[in-house]
């Protein structure tokens, strides 16, 4: 088993940056695809960006490229999402994600184990 806890969610200007991480329990872990995602108040969960088991490939939706960045530090068990130039419509509780595969995914089905989340206000 797998347990994940964000941190580093709150509120920010349009302009701004957070730096979100995500700590996992689980030697397992190292060996696990990882992956963020984000859902607005009535809207469907979607996928923001992924990172292999080693840090080695990384992959981020469009809306984000350029802006927000994963990485991951086995050695601390931790995933990593650097967001800059946040804009009004990044609001929305941000969760981490990870995958017994170790290639990253992008669909939320293909994650097994998920933390409860942290949010991420823009104002503009």
């Known amino acids: 088993q797998v347990q994940m806890v964000e941190s580093g969610g709150g509120l920010v200007q349009a302009g701004g940056s957070l730096r979100l991480s995500c700590a996992a329990s689980g030697r397992a872990f190292s060996n696990y695809a990882a992956g963020w995602f984000r859902q607005a108040p009535g809207q469907e969960r979607e996928f923001v960006a992924s990172i292999n088991w080693n840090g080695g490939s990384t992959y981020a939706e469009d809306s984000v490229q350029g802006r927000f960045t994963i990485s991951r530090d086995n050695a601390k068990n931790t995933v990593y999402l650097q967001m800059n130039s946040l804009k009004p419509e990044d609001t929305a509780v941000y969760f981490c994600?990870?995958?017994?595969?170790?290639?990253?995914?992008?669909?939320?089905?293909?994650?097994?184990?998920w933390g409860q989340g942290t949010q991420v206000t823009v104002s503009s």
């Open positions: 994600a990870a995958s017994r595969s170790p290639f990253g995914r992008s669909l939320a089905l293909q994650y097994h184990y």
